[in-house]
Every structure is written in C-alpha cells, then in structure tokens.
C-alpha cells in the first residue's frame, strides 16, 4: 500500500493513496504486455532476460517467452485482475506445451515476433547478454530449465497457498503483483519484482473477511454487529486486529450463515476485558458500517468474485476487486 506523507510538522497526518485497476482506466492486458515484454530487464533482480515472443491474438500462446543468459525460458501469464488458482493451471499448461520447445523451434517464434524470417535467436542473444557475437550459445543450452511467472494486480490466498505448494515441489514458479495508483489525475503502476511469494500477502492486505467466532460464542457476533466494529478475542487471535490499517475493508463472516456487514477501518485499536480477563479483546471500529439484510454466503462469495477463500482462518485477506465486486453486490441485492 502507498501512503502520501506530510513533510510539515504534523507528521501524523498521512493518507493512503487510491489505488485503481487497469481496466478502470482502460488499459487491455496486451498494453500490460508490452509494458513488460519492452521492460522484461526490470523484472527479474537475479536474471537479465530478452524477450522472444509475446502471444498472437486467438492462439493459445504464453502472453510472454523470454531467456536469460544460461538460456532457461522464462513464461509468463499476464493478468489485468487479481492472481487466480486457474492461472497458475494455464501458465503450467504453457509450459506443457513449449517446455520441450527446441532451438530450432524457439528460433521460430523469435523470428515471429521479430518480424523477421532471418532473425537468428543465437545470435541476437550472444549480442544482447555480452555486447557482440563471439560467445554463441549452443543450441541445445537453450530452454533445458523452465520458469514459470503469473504477474497479476495482486494475488488471493488460494493462490499464494498453490505457488507455495508447487515451488515446494520443485517446480520454478512464482508471482509478480502489481498494483495501480491514481494520484492528482495521472496513474502510475509499481511492480513487486520477484519478491518472496510469502510477502505478498502481508502487502496486499487492505481488504480482508473476518470470522465473528460464533462457535466460541454466538454473543461475539451480535456484538460486533450491535457495536459496528471488528473484533478478536484471546492471545494468538486477538493480535489480527492490530493489522487493520485505517480505510481497510472489513467483512464481518459468521460461519453457516456469510458474510453479515461490512465497513471501514478507523485505524484505531481499542483493547477491553473479556470473560474476566483484562485486554482479551482487541477491537476496531469500522466507519461506514452496513448491515446486510441478506447475508452473502461462502458459495455466494465463491460465484460472486469467481475466487476461492479459505474460511477455516480467523482471518484472511481477499483482493480490492473480490472487495469490490463483494459491495457491488451488496449495494444491488439488499
């Protein structure tokens, strides 16, 4: 999240920038390509890649190729919205189909995307990697390691829990989230490069779901509702609501039942006694409360955002689009 600082004596005075989508500005997926595939040295700190190919309209083709100087392959799926399950099934799918790419076929895309028929990929690489052409890659070092890379506009935890899954067995893949921010009228986009996978969710939490414990006590729930805040009871549970930040959405989740309310938070931590003990809860008042006259169940929120969620947690993070698209619905059905 980006923060706008006062730089006057107030320095309590801070404000959270508003952060935006491609789409809300227009921007097709194949803008974000070729923001990337232009930039692709950027976007990976160990490694220097040269794009050599980016996908043609109704092929099914990786948004981006690219190889790093050893000759790995680098494929890439772009995405304008949040980091789905399924893309992580479609870049894998990609990999079936160009991982045993040979030289000779590589070579082919390259000068596809060249424009080309005479581009020679050895060549263009030797120059691109060390200046000349006197270090020529031999053909079969080209694409015996593959690298797999979902670049998504923020990523939910079902994906964050299957990259992990599979990077854990070996396979070489991972996330770069980007997000989009309007300040004073003009847009700029900042990207999380290559990051460890695990991080992403402490940055992009700003929109999270909140289990009202009903199974410890049914009183917690009406509670939180009557009292428009957002609480957690207990050591090892309590602690979550220090995370809220102020201006974060919260959904209020009650198990078999959904999602009853939402707001904002206020930023502000409010500790109390509970079941006789001193500070064992810890709460935020949410701003801008709603009560849901229908409460949204977990097969709701599933088809509504077309996003999986772990509700077993106390608590967990959900994209700015699943959030959106959450009120949106609100706002059109109660």
């Known amino acids: 999240m980006l923060y706008k600082l006062n730089k006057n004596t107030n320095r309590n005075n801070y404000s959270k920038v508003k952060r935006v989508t ?7 997926e194949k803008d974000l390509e070729n923001l990337i595939s232009n930039n692709i040295q950027d976007f990976i700190s160990s490694n220097d890649l040269m794009a050599i190919f980016t996908e043609r309209a109704r092929q099914e083709e990786p948004d ?23 893309n ?29 028929e005479k581009a020679n990929l050895a060549l263009d690489h030797s ?127 009650e198990c078999g039942v959904g999602i009853r309310a939402y707001g904002y938070a206020n930023g502000i931590l409010n500790k109390k006694s509970c079941d006789g003990y001193d500070d064992y809860e810890y709460n935020m008042i949410l701003d801008n409360f709603v009560e849901l006259s229908k409460p949204i169940s977990a097969s709701q929120m599933k088809d509504i955002t077309d996003s999986s969620f772990n509700f077993r947690q106390t608590m967990f993070s959900i994209s700015e689009e699943a959030a959106k698209k959450i009120i949106n619905y609100v706002r059109n059905n109660n």
């Open 88 to 116: 992580i099934l479609q870049v894998l799918r990609y990999g079936q189909l160009f991982g045993k790419s040979t030289y000779d076929e590589l070579n082919c895309l390259y000068q596809k995307y060249q424009h080309n």
């Open 127 to 253: 120059s691109y990697f060390y200046g000349d052409t006197s270090k020529i890659l031999p053909d079969d070092n080209f694409n015996k390691k593959q690298h797999f890379l979902i670049v998504t506009n923020g990523v939910d935890q079902a994906t964050i829990e299957s990259i992990i899954y599979w990077k854990n067995n070996g396979l070489n893949i991972d996330a770069i989230v980007y997000w989009v921010f309007e300040i004073s009228g003009e847009y700029y986009i900042e990207f999380n490069m290559y990051s460890q996978t695990e991080d992403f969710l402490e940055y992009e939490n700003n929109c999270y779901v909140l289990n009202t414990n009903k199974q410890s006590n049914p009183h917690y729930t009406k509670e939180m509702i009557d009292e428009h805040k957002a609480a957690a009871y207990y050591p090892g549970w309590r602690e979550k609501i220090q995370k809220f930040q102020k201006g974060d959405i919260v959904f209020l989740y």
């Open 64 to 86: 981006i190729l690219a190889i790093d100087k050893k000759g790995d392959l680098y494929i890439f799926e772009l995405k304008r919205w949040s980091g789905k399950q399924e």
């Open 22 to 28: 491609l789409s809300d500005i227009g921007w097709k």
